[in-house]
């Protein structure tokens, strides 16, 4: 069973940053690829980044591309999400996933919800104008 934990949400102003953390457990996070989803009220769960399981290759979604970062650190089990620049639209719940499956072949990384097979409880993020 794995288990995921995020943290760092909270209430800020627009243009300020966050940083979320998501500490993994329960088997070897190192060979997982990872992704960053987001659900505001009343809309669907969406794709905001995702970094293969050697941390080498990452993409974004274009709403967040050049204002986010994710990366990870692997001798924690450790996944973060480093948001600068941040718009009242960026308010959800931010929820980190793992891949289903070890190993990918480098580059392959999926902006959908089913191939992630693990999801946190999420955390709030709200930034207010």
């Known amino acids: 069973q794995v288990q995921l934990v995020e943290s760092g949400g909270g209430l800020v102003q627009a243009g300020d940053s966050l940083r979320l953390s998501c500490a993994a457990s329960?088997?070897?996070?190192?060979?997982?690829?990872m992704g960053w989803f987001r659900q505001a009220p009343g809309k669907e769960r969406a794709f905001v980044a995702a970094i293969s399981w050697s941390g080498g290759s990452t993409y974004y979604a274009d709403s967040v591309k050049g204002r986010f970062t994710i990366s990870r650190d692997n001798a924690k089990n450790t996944v973060y999400l480093q948001m600068n620049s941040l718009k009242p639209e960026d308010t959800a719940v931010y929820y980190c996933a793992a891949d289903s499956r070890a190993l990918r072949p480098f580059g392959v990384l999926f902006t959908t919800t089913d191939p992630y097979a693990y999801w946190g409880q999420g955390t709030q993020v709200t930034v207010s104008s």
């Open positions: 329960g088997r070897t996070f190192s060979s997982y690829a």
